[in-house]
């Protein structure tokens, strides 16, 4: 939990001190919307539908390659069901009554301020491809078998495309996100998803 507070607040203090600093033209704006859903297992399913404002800076500019910081507001949407009732051992307390919640259809709101770091290669002018990784601390409304009601934190990583068309930059975007809340409340098994996210961005200049 420790380190994973840590590089937040060190990735979150270092955008609003580069953004502090900056021209404009080292900024952009955009908007993002994905979905995925859970890597196949036999204990439960999950999908989940999201969207996300995004603020980037250009933190450092190479002939070959773009470094980037992001801050991203995000609300997803999710559904998720117990499939295993053996789940939930009978050593817990109250376990039968847990299986008959637990293996209800659930819907999951989840809000995330995602906080990550963005490696650009320019192919040409006009497209791009890029790698990034990402951490941020989340709230979950909702109790699961999986992951307890309340604080936790979203891990991510990604791979993408952009095309850029004047001053608007659309891209595709392939991300595994893994969800856990570092073992600060009983319930940590967490969710591990794979997801298609779609976006625009453009300067603020």
């Known amino acids: 939990m420790c380190k994973k507070l840590i590089l937040s607040g060190y990735l979150f203090f270092c955008f609003l001190s580069f953004y502090a600093q900056s021209k404009k033209n080292d900024i952009s704006i955009g908007f993002r919307h994905g979905f995925g859903n859970e890597f196949k297992n036999r204990n439960y399913s999950y999908s989940n539908n999201y969207y996300k404002v995004q603020f980037s800076y250009v933190l450092k500019q190479t002939r070959h390659f773009k470094y980037e910081l992001f801050v991203q507001p995000e609300l997803n ?23 008959e919640e637990y293996m209800r259809l659930k819907n999951i709101k989840e809000h995330i301020l995602n906080l990550g770091f963005l490696v650009r290669k320019p192919i040409s002018k006009t497209i791009s491809v890029y790698v990034l990784a990402s951490v941020g601390p989340m709230v979950t409304n909702t109790e699961t078998e999986r992951l307890s009601k309340g604080f936790a934190f979203s891990d991510g990583i990604a791979m993408g495309f952009s095309f850029k068309v004047k001053n608007i930059a659309l891209d595709i975007q392939s991300n595994v996100r893994h969800v856990s809340n570092a073992g600060i409340q009983s319930s940590n098994a967490g969710f591990n998803t794979k997801n298609i996210e779609f976006g625009l961005t453009f300067p603020l200049n």
């Open 77 to 99: 949407f999710a559904s998720h069901q117990l499939l295993n009732l053996y789940f939930v051992q009978p050593d817990e307390p109250d376990y039968i009554r847990k299986r």
